[in-house]
């Protein structure tokens, strides 16, 4: 590829002249990828595509831009960013889409804000929406911005995950940020915010063809970005498995007679799901290795690592986990997913608080709670006779409530709270109190429990 040098970003780059850049053109030696990244007070990159440093703290860790593919996608990913213009990242997953713009934002210090798009995605979501608040005047609805609206007030880098799994009117409403006008206008406040110098947009895709649900997007939207292919070098996988002395090193904790067994079993042994592909991985280490490991049929759980269970249907994967929760003596929550299911349905929304019913609902329990109290029999007199109290608080409550409490039903009683008889909540809630006190003391065979009775507190 030639590049040709040009006004754009001219503080940043130092193309001088034209010049060949392409896949092999980087990265043949160790000491030519060293004298290629530019690390100084100003400017971030790999020569001669460069990018001015943000803000925030430079973290020059946890990611190594020497190793020959990475400097490579590296160089790519900078190449674009020479233009005003979002960058759209595409490769197979677990390539390093991801992890590459979060390590050029720590590397450059910019912020980046990460954004995982998906079919239940809304553009609300992302600008924002009035919402509750509680404030000295009690409840009211304000608005509150969105995750991708205040990354744009504060002039961070933006990277929207899986862009191709989310609905086409987030994709519109997308556009205005994305094209030249490069704002967002927010109907509900009546005001445009203009995108500042800073702030990057960057867009992170599966190949659609690879299945998973990913989705052509149009070509008109596409056309907004400049595209990058993250790729892995042809010899990628057999420099990984020759590179023997880096995982004795990785696993030098382990005994010396099994330090390839841990490493095969954690890394890809337990990753493949079918008998043919385990014995390829073990033929592959004998070749490579000269030794034949030994395969644990019985992984374990560890490390905290998340496990996933792949198997027929009826095979007894939740039976597994079940017993396995009994055994250890671990709360197991089973959740059912669908379709069908909603983000919200997990991590919970905003529900409109009716005190009215809530209250409604707990005068009717206790109701029924104090009928099957009077109605208890005659060997109990006594008890029921020291406990008479709250009978009489009872029917005090109705009176207040209501003028005749012998004529009418609770929910008549509540009716009339309605219109103002608020200061009947104190008196109910003693009552719940007393009638929790005699359950637990007396054993009383009535229907309810002081667990429902600690729900009607509750509401």
């Not at 990018?51 to 020959?68: T, V």
């Not at 995950?161 to 994709?171: G, I, M």
């Not at 005749?404 to 008549?412: D, F």
């Amino acid at each position: 590829m030639f590049v040709l040098q040009s006004d754009i970003h001219s503080e940043d780059s130092q193309l001088s002249q034209l010049q060949t850049f392409g896949w092999d053109a980087i990265g043949r030696s160790e000491e030519s990828m060293l004298n290629n990244v530019v690390q100084s007070d100003k400017y971030f990159g790999i020569a001669p595509f460069n990018i001015s440093k943000g803000d925030d703290d430079c973290k020059p860790e946890g990611f190594e831009f020497l190793a020959p593919t990475t400097c490579r996608n590296a160089m790519r990913v900078l190449r674009a960013m020479q233009l005003r213009k979002p960058v759209l990242l595409e490769g197979s997953p677990g390539v390093g889409k991801t992890s590459l713009i979060v390590a050029i934002g720590k590397y450059s210090g910019h912020r980046v804000v990460r954004i995982n798009l998906s079919g239940q995605t809304d553009i609300m979501d992302l600008l924002g929406s009035d919402l509750p608040v509680e404030d000295a005047e009690g409840m009211r609805f304000a608005w509150s911005d969105g995750i991708l609206l205040q990354a744009l007030k504060n002039g961070d880098w933006v990277l929207l995950d899986e862009l191709n799994l989310a609905p086409q009117s987030v994709l519109e409403g997308l556009n205005a940020i994305l094209d030249h006008r490069a704002e967002v206008f927010i109907p509900e406040l009546g005001q445009t915010y203009k995108c500042p110098t800073s702030f990057r947009v960057f867009a992170c895709q599966n190949p659609s063809c690879q299945g998973g649900g990913w989705k052509w997007l149009p070509k008109s939207f596409l056309n907004r970005f400049t595209k990058v292919w993250v790729l892995l070098d042809k010899n990628f996988f057999s420099f990984f498995i020759s590179a023997r002395n880096l995982i004795l090193f990785i696993f030098s904790g382990a005994l010396e007679s099994s330090k390839e067994d841990v490493f095969l079993n954690t890394v890809y042994i337990q990753r493949m799901r079918t008998a043919a592909d385990r014995q390829e991985v073990v033929k592959l280490c004998a070749e490579v290795f000269g030794v034949k490991p030994f395969i644990n049929p019985y992984p374990r759980l560890q490390h905290q690592w998340l496990c996933i269970l792949v198997g027929p249907s009826a095979s007894g994967k939740s039976s597994v986990v079940r017993l396995l929760a009994d055994l250890t003596g671990n709360v197991l929550n089973e959740l059912n997913l669908s379709s069908a299911t909603d983000i919200s349905e997990l991590l919970g929304c905003f529900e409109q608080y009716n005190a009215f019913r809530s209250f409604r609902s707990a005068l009717t329990q206790v109701e029924r709670y104090i009928d099957e109290y009077c109605g208890l029999s005659l060997e109990l007199e006594a008890i029921v006779l020291e406990r008479k109290d709250l009978v009489s608080k009872w029917f005090k409550l109705l009176s207040s409530m209501y003028g005749n409490p012998t004529a009418a039903s609770a929910s008549a009683y509540a009716d009339s709270w309605k219109s103002g008889s608020g200061s009947s909540l104190a008196p109910l809630i003693l009552i719940v109190e007393q009638l929790k006190l005699g359950l637990e003391k007396y054993h009383f065979p009535v229907s309810g429990s002081a667990k429902n009775l600690n729900k009607v507190l509750k509401s």
